[in-house]
C-alpha cells in the first residue's frame, strides 16, 4: 500500500496562502507530474509531501498512514533534489549509504545492496570519489541511487533534470522512465518542463496559484483541456487562440471573427446563439488549403522559423499572430499569402468569460 | 607599461621596509641578548652562548611554565571551539532569526571588552566572599569559602574560563553565520535520510564547514598564546606556579624577580621556535 491522498489540504506563509483546498488521490504504482509554471506551488506541494513543510491545514496520507506530524525519514519517501543535494565531503559509496548507516543496517548488507545499486545506475566505477569530481549527470544518477536504495513506498523527484544540458536531459529521462518500469514506485515528479510531464507522466497535475487546473493523463489533457489556461500552456508551439461570437446557422453554426466566418457541425460542444467564445487551433491541425476550401484562416507569412522536419509558419490574420507547423515541403516563401485550413475535429472551444471548455462531457 | 609596474612598488615598498625594521630588529636583538649574560642590574656584560638554554633545561620552573603553557593552549581552544560548536548549533537549532540577532548582538559583547578589562570583572565575580560566580556555593554550602583563582586545581580553569567567555561567545555567532551560508538542500536529504538533529550536524553540515573551523581554531590557538594580560591581572603566574606560562615567567625572570633579561630572552627565542614549527607542521598538515 503506497498510495497518496491529499484532502483539503493547504498551506500559507503568514497571510500569503500558497495552496489552498487541494483535494489529489495517486494510485498505487503511479507515475504522477506535477506541472506548472513558475510558483504555481508544485514544489512546496512535494516538500509537504516528503515533511520538509508544515502544512497549514488539511490532510496528507501516504499508504493509508496520515503522515501530517510524522518526520520526513518516517514517511517511507525518498526524494531527489534539483540540485542533486549531495554530501559533498563524502565518498559516493557514502553517499548513497548514508541513509542505511542511519538505520543501523549491517555493514555487509550495506556493502551488497549499495553494490548492487550502483551497479543498476552504472556507478560502480565512481564509488570512491567524490561528488565534485563527477559530471552533472553523474551527480544526479547517485542522487537518485542515495534514494533508490532505501527502497521507499514513494519516490519524489523535485524537478531532478533542470540542472542538466539538453541531451542528458533526454537520456537521464529514458532511465527514470525505465526505472519506474522496472520498480513500479509510486512516483510524484515536478517539473516546469511540458515534454518531461508528457513523456513520463501516467497522470498529469497541472497545478496554477495553487490550484489544480486539470488531472488527466497526457492525451486527457493533450487533446481535451479544460480550460484556456490549459490549452496555451500544453503543446509547443502554443495553441492559437481566437476570439469569435457563436451564431445559429441552419442545422449547424457559425464562428465570426473579425472578417471571418467559420462554419461548423458544432455537435461536438455545447454552444449558445450570440455567445461570445475563443476559438483554439493548435499550429500542427492548420492544414495547407486548396483555392475551393472554406473556414480558411489566411494572411501574410511575415516569420518562417525552420524546425527541421517541420516548419512554423507565422501569419497576421484579422489582426491577430497565427502560427502553423506545416510539413517542410509545404513551406511558403516569406511574405506570401498563406491560406490554411481548419479540421473541425481538432478545435477547440472556450467561453469567453470564463474559459473552460465548450466541449461536451460525453465526448 | 612602466607606469603600472612602479605604482605598487612605489606604495609597498615603504610599508614594507618599516615593517622588517620593526619585525626583523627587536627579533635579531633578542637573539642576540639570548647569547649574552645581561642583567638590569649592572652593564657589563659578555657572550656566553648558549648556556643561558642549557640552564634552561635544569629549571624546574621553566619546565613547569612549559607544562602550564601547553594545558592553557590545549584547555583555551577545545573548550573555546566547543562553546563555539554547542552554542552555534543550538542557535541555529532552536532560535528564530530575530532571537539569532539579539544572541549575536550580546555574544559579541564579551570580545569587544578590553582583556584587562574583562580580567577585572571576572577577577571580582570570583571573588570567595563578595563575587557573583561564586555566589552559588555559598548559598548551597551555607556560607563556606571557595576561592578559585586561589586554589592550584582549579586556578588555571578559573582563568581560562574568562578567555572562554570572550572567545567562545564571539565564535559561536560565527560558527552561527556560518552554518547559516549552507546550503539547506543536504540537510533536507540527510533529514529524509534518517539521520536525527545531532547526527546532521556530526555528519553533514559540520565536516561541510571543516575548512572554516580549522582556520577558526587556528586563529584562537595564535590569540591563546598571547594570553599574557588576562594571567597577569588575574593570578600574575599563581597561585605558587601555578598559572605561570612561558611569558609569564619569562616577564618575572626578566624584569620582576631578578632582572636577568638575557636568560628571558633565551626563554623567548626557545618559544618563538617552538611556535614556528609547531604551526608549520599543524599548518602543513591541514593543507594535506
Known sequence: MSAITCSHVEKSYGATTVIRDLNLAIEEHEFVVFLGPS?????????????????????????????NDLDPGDRGIAMVFQNYALYPHMTIFDNIAFGLKRQKVPKTEIQKRVEAVSKTLGLDPYLGRRPAELSGGQQQRVAIARAMIKTPKVFLFDEPLSNLDAKLRNHMRIEIARLHQSL???????????????????????LRDGRIEQIGSPAEIYERPANLFVAGFIGTPNMNFIDVTVGRKGNGWTLT?????????????????????????????????????????????????????????????????????????????????????IDEQSLHLFDAKSGVSLLRQSL | MPRRSSLPVTFVVPTLIILLILSMVPTVYAVVIALQNRELSSTAYSYVWFSNFVDL???????????????????????????????????FEVASPRLRNI???????????????????????????????????RLLTGGLIFDPLSKPATALFAVASVDVWQWGLFFAVIVLKLLETLPPQPIEAARLDHARRWQIHAYVTLPMLKAPLISLMFVKMIESLRSFDLIYVMTRGGPGVATETLDMYAFS????????????????????????????????????
Open chain 2, 103 to 137: 544572541y549575536c548582538l550580546l555574544f559579541i559583547i564579551p570580545v569587544l571588552l578590553p582583556r584587562v578589562s574583562a580580567a577585572f570583572v571576572w577577577k571580582f565575580a570570583y571573588h570567595p566572599l563578595y563575587g557573583i560566580a561564586t555566589y552559588p556555593y
Open chain 1, 39 to 67: 510558483g504555481c506551488g508544485k514544489s512546496t506541494l512535494l516538500r509537504m509531501l516528503a515533511g520538509l513543510e508544515d502544512i497549514s491545514g488539511g490532510e496528507v496520507s501516504i499508504g493509508g498512514k496520515v503522515v
Open chain 1, 257 to 341: 471573427s473579425a472578417g471571418t466566418v467559420f462554419t461548423i457541425d458544432g455537435s461536438r460542444f455545447k454552444l449558445q446563439h450570440g455567445e461570445r467564445a475563443v476559438l483554439g487551433i493548435r499550429p500542427p491541425d492548420l492544414k495547407t488549403a486548396g483555392s475551393n476550401a472554406d473556414s480558411l484562416l489566411e494572411g501574410t507569412a511575415d516569420l518562417i522559423e525552420f524546425h527541421g522536419n517541420d516548419a512554423l509558419v507565422i501569419f497576421g490574420s484579422g489582426g491577430k499572430e497565427i502560427s502553423a507547423l506545416v510539413p517542410t515541403r509545404e513551406c511558403p516563401a516569406i511574405n506570401s499569402h498563406v491560406r490554411y485550413a
Open chain 1, 184 to 206: 513500479k514506485t509510486t512516483t510524484v515528479y515536478v517539473t516546469h518542463d511540458q515534454l518531461e510531464a508528457m513523456t513520463l507522466a501516467d497522470r498529469i497535475v497541472l
Open chain 2, 57 to 91: 633545561f635544569f629549571d624546574r620552573r621553566f619546565l613547569n611554565a612549559v607544562w602550564v603553557s601547553v594545558k592553557w593552549e590545549v584547555v583555551t581552544v577545545v573548550a573555546t571551539m566547543a562553546v563555539a560548536i554547542g552554542l552555534g548549533v543550538l542557535m
Open chain 2, 253 to 288: 625572570q626578566g624584569f620582576i624577580e631578578s632582572g636577568k633579561v638575557s636568560y628571558a630572552s633565551a626563554m623567548a627565542v626557545l618559544m618563538m621556535i617552538a611556535t614556528v614549527i609547531t604551526f608549520t607542521m599543524l599548518w602543513k598538515r591541514v593543507q594535506a
